[in-house]
């Protein structure tokens, strides 16, 4: 089994389980963030398979808060629904938007048995020859993404 999430700055979300039997990917940009779409996946599982103890989560390469400027009232949005944490998570810095924490935030609360996160930032993480690693919708590619995949 293969499956797969195509991305260009949204936070591609992969996970597998502890006993190998299942593999699954989520496309979390902010709306599914907000919406809780890791939440969504759990209560969206048969009984045996909807145990968030039993699942690891890899958050791929995604944009990180330092490139992530959105509006003061998205921001108002995201501290309003998730009064349990920290109003400094979801912004380290003024209008910076941290999906990546967030994220992390909800798998925890959850209970997965791990959450890792990739450090690099879609938007301007760059090669050792100085060119961009990844696609980034913010910085302008409208027709290119990158794909995440975990197959078992
Ligand atoms: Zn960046």
């Known amino acids: 089994m293969k499956v797969n999430v195509v991305t260009a700055d949204c936070v591609p979300i992969l996970l597998y389980r502890t006993d190998g039997k299942a593999v699954a990917a989520l496309h979390a940009g902010w709306r599914g963030t907000y919406a809780r779409i890791s939440e969504r996946f759990f209560?969206?599982?048969?009984?045996?398979?909807?145990?968030?103890?039993?699942?690891?989560?890899?958050?791929?390469?995604?944009?990180?808060?330092?490139?992530?400027?959105?509006?003061?009232?998205?921001?108002?949005?995201?501290?309003?629904?998730?009064?349990?944490?920290?109003?400094?998570?979801?912004?380290?810095?003024?209008?910076?938007l941290d999906v990546t924490a967030v994220n992390e935030h909800q798998l925890r609360k959850l209970g997965v048995a791990s959450t890792e996160i990739h450090p690099d930032c879609s938007r301007c993480t760059q090669t050792a020859a100085g060119e961009f690693k990844y696609c980034s919708y913010r910085r302008g590619d409208r027709h290119s993404r990158q794909f995440s995949w975990i197959t078992r």
């Open 43 to 96: 209560q969206s599982l048969p009984e045996e398979w909807s145990h968030p103890g039993d699942w690891h989560a890899m958050l791929g390469p995604s944009i990180k808060a330092d490139c992530y400027e959105v509006s003061e009232e998205l921001i108002l949005r995201f501290k309003a629904e998730f009064p349990d944490l920290d109003p400094h998570v979801i912004e380290p810095t003024y209008r910076r």
